[in-house]
């Protein structure tokens, strides 16, 4: 007896096949070694004393809050002429996409907590945020301004990618995220700022189109 095809799916086709027991088992062993490598790293930076270089890294790091590092960069770049301004718009605006989906997206559906970390000179500096640990927003977007913008300007893409690195790791050496959070934060935000910078010529021919239309119906009725 031929028992028919479920609905929707090709005559003939497989049923897609469950996990295996194994490899789930696989999968949590390997989570649970990638979660001890990352807590080791932190627990290395937290343990080694660097009085030195404390200050510059806390002052790297809360230059970065809100952005507030990269606005400055944008704002440079407005003077210096028509391309540079527009690698600043468009770098601004990676900015405001990454920010919007780490903190109302992805931040939100997962639950890893802030690092746990002993109070000292070095970690006083900077205020450990109340927000979720994963991933890291202020690296996220730091990689989406220095993937934007070094795009579109290639002399300036080494600097800022230096830049944004420097504040990935202040993030850690403050003791406010684990290395993984801006890790997985960089990609996300170098991603998030490549695809800005993609698109944005796409979307400066919609508003130029729509601006010309607007232009032509206000002489057509005058």
């Known amino acids: 007896m031929t028992v028919p095809a479920a609905e929707g ?22 989570r649970r070694e990638l979660e001890a ?27 970065a809050n809100r952005s507030r ?10 003077t210096l002429g028509t391309k540079p301004r527009r690698a600043a718009l468009i770098g601004v605006a990676a900015v405001g996409a990454t920010s919007a989906v780490v903190n109302l997206a992805v931040k939100p559906a997962l639950t ?8 000292s000179s070095r970690t006083r500096r900077v205020r450990m945020p109340t927000s979720r640990s994963f991933p890291s927003g202020h690296t996220a977007s730091a990689f989406a301004f220095s993937s934007a913008v070094g795009g ?3 002399a300036l893409s ?18 406010v995220h684990y290395p993984g959070d801006v890790i997985i934060g960089a990609l996300i935000g170098a991603g998030m700022g490549t695809a800005t ?8 021919a919609r508003v130029a189109a729509r601006r010309s239309s607007g232009t032509h119906e206000s002489l057509r009725k005058s």
Do not use: C, F, K
């Not at 890893?112 to 109070?119: F, I, T, V, Y």
């Not at 080494?158 to 003791?175: I, N």
């Open 9 to 30: 799916a090709p005559a003939g086709a497989d049923p897609p096949r469950p996990v295996s027991p194994e490899l789930r088992a696989t999968l949590r062993r390997v």
């Open 37 to 63: 490598l990352d807590v080791a790293v932190y627990d290395a930076v937290a343990g080694t004393p660097s009085p030195t270089m404390d200050p510059a890294l806390a002052r790297i790091s809360n230059a």
């Open 69 to 78: 590092l990269w606005l400055v960069v944008a704002g440079v770049l407005t």
């Open 112 to 119: 890893r907590g802030r690092p746990q970390r002993a109070e």
């Open 152 to 154: 579109e300007l290639p």
């Open 158 to 175: 080494t600097p800022l990618r230096l830049m944004a690195t420097t504040v990935a790791y202040s993030r850690v050496h403050a003791g």
């Open 197 to 204: 910078r993609l698109m944005a010529p796409r979307v400066g």
